[in-house]
């Protein structure tokens, strides 16, 4: 593989791999916060001891999406320096402001969240949660905007004179339509996660010791179950206006989600198709008619442009070359990420009918227990490489390839290093990880009453 | 003023920000087998750290962002260039991020021990490497009119360099020792303490050698200026540190850092990475800077968001600002014994 190929692998990577992380940061931040907040104003044990347990498994998740983040601000350079220096003047502004505004807030208050438990005014103490949960929205929503510029560049112009895309309107930026879209999609999915990731948790210890853990978990199974349950909700509306636009200002991207090589009008919604994929024939599909006209325009019989059109309509625009992503590859992983919702959701609403008959354990919903937090991950992480597969070859679209847009001066070697460096201590750390999840999430926190003594009390989380 | 200067400026004052708040948190981490003897003691080390460590870290993510919003050409020379260099500290950056989170998680001597080497390795390995690059961004490297690094990873380890490396790992030992004398009492403190003579005198003589080769790249009158400042800051650091005056002695290796970090700003200004192959080559401040309007926007959201950054993190110093001791350690009825 040269260079490019493995930047490109190195890139796909690091990046899905941070994102396991990321929804539940984003998600559990305000969880947390909500049972925090839930102790402020009843003084209930019950919601300290719930604050403390989830903060603690939040609290491991953070630490790892953190430092993976480090990388991802780094890397545009490293790997990608002809692409920083073409989009520089535009997308370095969210990722410093991302900065500025967000890591200083979430950092600094956790910092205070963690060592202030017992110390700090216990209003302060409950607003430092708060700001680390604004902290990764606010995150959440420059990282997004950087990303759909990418997408439906807006609010710039090409300079030939230095060869770079400048920036003409910021505020082009942070309201391109494609972000107003991917941001409350993507909090949504964050929310699918973090309700699934507790959901998961608390049922399984619910379903082993229903009588002791109850007054523990029965709160979070239900607090888990709802927030699923809404957020899948919210990513179906969510999710349909995205279609909607992605239709609009990346055709081909919808095109190739449905494997959809003619245009047509009215267009089908394919709902499984087995053939060959690359519009050559076609040995059985299961299709509703009219559906992907309806998914895309809004109306019965929209016209849907199809792969082929679109090739030739680019090829007139931009010049020879091929413009169709990898068809298989965004077929399926648009499938599989809308079927991991759906079970997710169809998880939560059965535990939640189960919990509310009172039924004894089943077999089948401890083994759901432990599947349901995997299923979001599997559908943040195929709905980003549908999303960054889907719109290649550019890097900028209409603006930039993405071989382009690769180090120049950086050897395949140097690349390979790094990608055997990193992955290598991604998958330590995910062992790590997962030993300390599994630990503390197995831990049924003890009855603790209100110390007397602050200053003698065991820290909430030991350091 | 141009606003590429005002930027140049910024960057500037966020690596010293970065180098002086990290900096200390680098050198407890190095010196944590030296000051904790056992595992109470180790964990009143930490502990000072604890809650500041990450706000800490994130100046270096805004002075990396800011970069590439206010100079990207500079920002992608620099980072393609310095791959490896960059790599080995993303690692050590990953590693005891890690390290400080997972250590206490578990109360197994084991554990903890693993997890200390990290710690020690970690805040080591970039306390030299960003020495290291400092002085390569000084010095300039091989670039050619396309402005690509023309080098290799060894290019980067000239004797030069090497000495900047050897001095930012002193020195950041040495603020690391003064902050723990600063923030602990009992044993800790005392071997803190008795760190700081030997530390101090190495720091002297390596930053006396460095700040002075530094001159001789492009020594002017405000140089020269800057790094005397450096030196009798270090001095006097040394000497509050002797009179037991730790609040001033800490002052005193902030101030040696942000001085010896302007020192090397102002000698680098104008040039961003000077090109050693041709002056002509070389990155500035000019060539290598954002539109005017990207500018403009950044420096409104600097101006507006900057104070009310640093109101809250030294709100979090001020919370913490309590001496600890091992009577602030947790420890288990079982366990005070052993």
């Known amino acids: ?463 | 003023m141009a606003l590429t200067d005002i930027w140049f400026l910024l960057i500037a004052v966020l690596w010293t920000g970065y180098l002086v708040l990290e900096g200390f948190d680098f050198g407890v981490g190095m010196l944590l087998p030296f000051v904790g003897r056992d595992a109470v003691d180790r964990k009143v080390t930490l502990r000072t750290i604890g809650p500041v460590w990450d706000g800490n870290e994130v100046w270096l993510l805004v002075a990396g962002g800011a970069t590439f919003a206010a100079f990207p050409f500079w920002y992608a020379t620099l980072f393609s260039g310095f791959y490896l260099a960059l790599l080995i500290i993303l690692v050590a950056l990953i590693l005891r991020g890690i390290a400080l989170e997972y250590r206490g998680k578990l109360d197994d001597s084991s554990w903890h021990r693993r997890w200390d080497l990290v710690i020690v390795g970690s805040s080591a390995v970039p306390a030299l490497l960003w020495g290291v690059a400092l002085a390569n961004i000084v010095r300039g490297v091989p670039m050619g009119a396309d402005h690509e690094f023309a080098g290799n990873f060894f290019t980067l380890l000239n004797p030069y360099a090497l000495l900047g490396g050897v001095t930012t790992l002193l020195l950041f030992a040495l603020h690391g020792a003064i902050f723990l004398a600063l923030k602990t009492h009992g044993e800790v403190h005392d071997r803190a303490l008795k760190l700081v003579p030997p530390i101090g005198l190495a720091t002297v003589v390596a930053a006396a050698a460095f700040l002075a080769w530094t001159q001789a790249f492009d020594g002017s009158a405000l140089t020269w200026t800057l790094a005397l400042a450096a030196a009798l800051c270090l001095i006097g650091a040394l000497a509050a540190s002797r009179f037991g005056r730790e609040g001033w002695a800490f002052v005193g290796t902030a101030a040696t850092i942000a001085l010896a970090a302007a020192t090397l700003f102002t000698t680098l200004y104008p040039n961003v990475l000077p090109s050693t192959t041709d002056a002509a080559f070389s990155l500035t401040t000019v060539n290598a800077a954002s539109t005017h309007y990207t500018l403009k926007i950044m420096t409104w959201v600097a101006v507006i968001f900057t104070p009310v950054v640093l109101a809250y993190q030294g709100y979090t110093y001020w919370v913490f600002r309590k001496r600890l001791g091992r009577t602030d350690i947790y420890q288990p009825a079982e366990k005070v014994t052993s």
Do not use: C
């Open chain 1, 1 to 463: 593989m040269d260079a490019i190929d493995l930047a490109r692998w190195q890139f796909g990577i690091i990046t899905v791999y941070h994102f396991l992380f990321v929804p539940i940061t984003i998600g559990m931040s305000a969880l947390v916060a909500g049972l925090h907040t839930a102790w402020y104003r009843t003084g209930k044990q019950k919601y300290r001891r719930m604050t403390q347990f989830w903060g603690k498994l939040f609290l491991i998740n953070f630490a790892i999406g953190v430092v993976t983040g480090i990388v991802q601000e780094f890397q545009f350079g490293m790997n990608w320096s002809s692409y920083s220096k073409f989009v520089g003047d535009i997308f370095g502004a969210p990722l410093a402001i991302e900065g500025l505004l967000a890591f200083f807030l979430e950092s600094t208050f956790l910092g205070l969240w963690i060592f202030g438990w017992d110390r700090l005014p216990k209003k302060v103490h409950l607003a430092s949660i708060w700001l680390v949960a604004i902290g990764t929205q606010l995150s959440a929503y420059f990282i997004l905007a950087a990303n759909s510029w990418m997408q439906w560049p807006r609010g710039y112009t090409y300079n030939s004179a230095t060869g770079r895309a400048e920036l003409h309107d910021f505020g082009a930026v942070l309201t391109n339509k494609v972000v107003l879209a991917t941001y409350p999609h993507t909090i949504a999915a964050s929310f699918l996660t973090a309700g699934a990731f507790m959901l998961g948790i608390a049922l399984w210890h619910l379903l082993r010791r229903p009588g002791e853990n109850g007054s523990l978990f029965r709160p979070a199974v239900k607090l888990g179950a709802i927030t699923t349950l809404v957020a899948a909700a919210a990513l179906m509306i969510t999710g349909d206006i995205q279609a909607k636009i992605m239709t609009d200002t990346q055709p081909m991207k919808m095109a190739a989600a449905e494997a959809l090589y003619d245009t047509s009008a009215p267009a089908p919604f394919s709902i499984l198709t087995i053939g060959s994929l690359d519009g050559s024939k076609e040995v059985w599909s299961l299709k509703v008619p009219h559906g992907l006209s309806f998914l895309a325009t809004s109306t019965w019989n929209g016209k849907v442009e199809g792969i082929n059109n679109l090739q030739t309509a680019y090829e007139q625009r931009f010049g020879p070359g091929s413009y169709k992503p990898n068809v298989p590859l965004t077929y399926w992983t648009f499938r599989f990420m809308i079927l991991a919702g759906v079970l997710t959701a169809a998880i939560a609403l059965l535990a939640l009918w189960q919990l509310r008959r009172q039924r004894k354990s089943s077999k089948w919903l401890i083994r759901a227990a432990l599947a349901v937090p995997l299923l979001p991950l599997l559908g943040n992480s195929l709905g980003w490489i549908f999303t960054e597969m889907g719109r290649q070859p550019w890097i900028v679209f209409g603006l930039m390839q993405t071989r382009d847009g690769v180090s120049p001066s950086v050897g395949a070697g140097s690349v390979l290093t790094s990608l055997i460096v990193l992955t290598l201590l991604y998958g330590v750390l995910a062992v790590v990880e997962v030993f300390l999840l599994l630990r503390f999430a197995r831990e049924v926190p003890a009855e603790t009453t209100e110390p007397s003594d602050p200053e003698a009390a065991e820290p909430a989380f030991l350091y």
